[in-house]
């Protein structure tokens, strides 16, 4: 078990922020994790719901194994250092950071004569224990000297390690960092950056750490999670991140330069694949990647082809095998110590940036053929902007019959009938039959029977042997394509066996056939929080001891003193501050709540609502 798992995590500001949107992974003990994504991801919005300075909107965040979403702030053992210090100005270094210590209390357990707790006795930390251990750390970041200097006479790295000081001497189990060095210049933040990995491996706790430097999340971290718009992009080490970037965003955020990309067009000849730029350069994917190349779909659609700088050489390489030629105009050049980056246009709108050996020296203008390193070579599928080799891909199955009954869809698939209940998330008003597209992600099929799933049972018909794991592709009645998903290759399965794939709800998307969403994507049921159901009850004016149910159908807004709704007694009436209005395939999903909730609340409306417009709104909530 994971020291800190958060599920499924989402963080609706008022106003409509969406500033997290269905987050979930996990922080190992011992582990340094890094935040990085750039300014508005996300990233301080997660610290603080961890440090319990903001309230979880849906979702849980554990920690050793409790749900610690009410619990408060002080109880939950969390250290936070910030980027501006927050040192108390009139104390010195030494009451800087024995302050927090002063302030704690220890509870003692008074037992009676048979040894059980009867109460328990608060006291401070006696001073000469303060003094000890602040002194330790004082020593452990190098501070001894500065301990009577006031945090004004101290340089911008002494004040962060005073700020780190006070942080560690509590002892806490968890350490938050939010960008704590970029307030220092180039150099202090490359030492600092040492400081703090030492006490991390010093303490041996989980550090979670803030920042949108690139540099510091490839240098620090043991785990690196990339947010955008409030959205994971990728986990993992640096490494992974480096070389097998998820997607677009990914790939071009990490690397100084980052990784440059251009157009191509992905063909088959004679069973090799390549990708034809639009010079006409061929680039030959090594038999190797193939191997991880598994979107057999985009063979014949244009791609984009990334690039790192380091990937090309300009004479003859030794594995000849793992490269193409690709020629282009150098248009810029710069010296960077001990190598040479140089800009060369392919085509127009088509540059790469390539790094070179001083003495090749080019000139502007010149044109430059270079062996280009295919085996390092990025494709990504420039609709979805997701890496097609070796990721997760997202299966669609489409043309799918489906039915409505009165809380199921119901829909067929491998000549069986599936229920997915209605409720579960959204599901905005369709039809109450026809077709739909259903759709999940490889990385979701299990073999194992889950609970709340949907079953699929099939033949598998390929196994594909990838470097560490198997892809197993599985046949299913009445579809041509069939389904795959990827199996470590310790679990034996062979062609010819019937399988049984399991989906969990949570993890099933329903698209129209155009391919409008008719799933939310995050779980919004309508449930109301424990701490909030005496407010809302109120507010709705509902005396039944009966638990609160608000459906998300049916609810109207009123506009005005004249709208009458027609069977009054049938609804509540509720005055709801509007958090969000999303417009979902020409209905409004609204998220609101009433005034002092800590939750929220969602209706489908059958009309436009525009939020800066109305952000205070007249509800009539069906009874029902
Ligand atoms: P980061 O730390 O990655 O820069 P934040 O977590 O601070 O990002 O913010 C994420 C998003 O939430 C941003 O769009 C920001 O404007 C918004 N936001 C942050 N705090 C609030 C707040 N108290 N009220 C409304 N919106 C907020």
């Known amino acids: 078990m994971a020291y800190i798992e958060f599920h499924r995590i989402n963080k609706l500001y008022e106003g409509g922020v969406h ?44 920690m050793d194994g409790k749900i610690i979403n009410e619990v408060h702030p002080k109880d939950r053992n969390i250290s936070m250092v910030f980027q501006n210090y927050a040192l108390y100005p009139h104390l010195t270094v030494y009451e800087n950071i024995a302050f927090g210590l002063k302030l704690k209390k220890i509870k003692t357990p008074i037992t009676n004569e048979a040894g059980e707790v009867v109460r328990y ?27 009577s200097r006031k945090p ?42 040492k400081v703090i990995k030492s006490l991390h491996q010093n303490v041996k706790k989980p550090f979670i750490y803030v920042t949108h430097d690139q540099v510091e999340a490839m240098t620090m971290a043991d785990k690196i999670i990339v947010l955008k718009l409030g959205v994971i992009q990728q986990i993992g080490s640096p490494k992974e991140i480096y070389d097998e970037p998820s997607n677009l965003f990914v790939a071009t955020f990490f690397g100084s330069p980052s990784m440059s990309i251009i157009d191509g067009t992905l063909l088959e000849e004679k069973g090799s694949l390549y990708v034809e730029l639009k010079n006409n350069d061929k680039l030959y994917i090594p038999n190797d ?13 244009e791609v984009k082809v990334g690039f790192r700088p380091t990937s090309y050489r300009v004479s003859k390489p030794e594995h000849i095998e793992h490269y193409s030629m690709i020629h282009g105009e150098v248009f810029y050049k710069e010296l960077f110590g001990s190598e040479t980056l140089i800009k060369v ?54 043309n799918v019959d489906y039915k409505i009954n009165d ?82 290759k310790d679990k034996k399965i062979n062609v010819g066996d019937d399988v049984t794939m399991y989906v969990g709800y949570d993890y099933i998307n329903f698209h129209k056939v155009d391919n409008t ?37 049916g609810v109207r807004v009123i506009t005005n003193r004249k709208t009458i709704l027609t069977n009054k007694e049938e609804f509540y009436k509720a005055k709801a501050i509007c958090l969000n209005a999303e417009d ?40 029902k």
Not at 356 to 382: C, S
Not at 590 to 613: F, H, S
Request: hydrophobic fraction near 40%; charged fraction near 30%.
């Open 289 to 301: 990647l193939i191997n991880e190349f598994l979107d057999y779909s985009m063979v014949g659609k």
């Open 121 to 147: 006795k608060t006291s401070s930390i006696p001073k000469t224990e303060i003094d000890e251990k602040v002194k330790e750390v004082a020593e452990k970041l190098e501070l001894t000297a500065y301990l």
């Open 345 to 398: 246009k392919i085509a127009e709108g088509n540059n790469i940036d390539v790094f070179i050996p001083n003495d090749v020296n080019p000139k502007i203008g010149d044109t430059i053929e270079l062996y280009a390193h295919t085996a390092k070579m990025k494709l990504f599928d420039p609709t979805s902007e997701r890496s097609i080799f070796g990721t997760t891909k997202t299966l669609t199955i489409k």
């Open 584 to 623: 979902y395939n020409g209905n409004t999903l609204l998220y609101y709540k009433i005034k002092g909730m800590k939750g929220y609340l969602t209706a489908i409306l059958d009309k436009k609502i525009d939020m800066v417009k109305q952000p205070i709104l007249k509800l009539g909530i069906p009874k």
């Open 517 to 553: 969403p008719i799933l939310s994507r995050y779980d919004i049921v309508n449930e109301v929080k424990e701490n909030d159901i005496a407010l809302v009850k109120k507010a709705l004016k509902i005396r039944s001891n009966d638990n609160i149910k608000i459906p998300l159908m």
């Open 152 to 193: 004004k006479q101290l340089s911008g790295g002494q004040k962060q390690r005073v700020a780190l000081a006070r942080a560690l001497v509590r002892n806490n189990d968890v350490f938050l960092l939010d960008e704590p060095l970029s307030n220092l210049d180039a150099k202090l933040r490359v030492e600092m950056r």
């Open 407 to 488: 809380k199921n869809i119901v829909f067929s698939l491998a000549s069986k009938s599936h229920t997915y209940p209605i409720g579960k998330r959204v599901i905005t008003s369709i039809e109450k039959s026809g077709k739909l597209n259903v759709s999940f992600d490889t990385e979701n099929i299990t073999l194992e029977e889950i609970p709340d799933s949907v079953s699929i049972t099939g033949k598998v018909v390929l196994v594909k042997n990838l470097f560490n794991r198997n892809a197993i592709f599985v046949e299913i009645k009445d579809r041509k394509e069939p389904l795959f998903f990827y199996l470590s």
């Open 19 to 62: 500033a997290i949107e269905d987050v979930s992974f996990e922080i190992e003990k011992g582990q340094f994790t890094v935040l990085v994504g750039p300014s508005g991801c996300g990233k301080s919005t997660f610290l603080r719901m961890l440090a319990g300075l903001e309230e979880v909107t849906t979702g849980t965040i554990k």
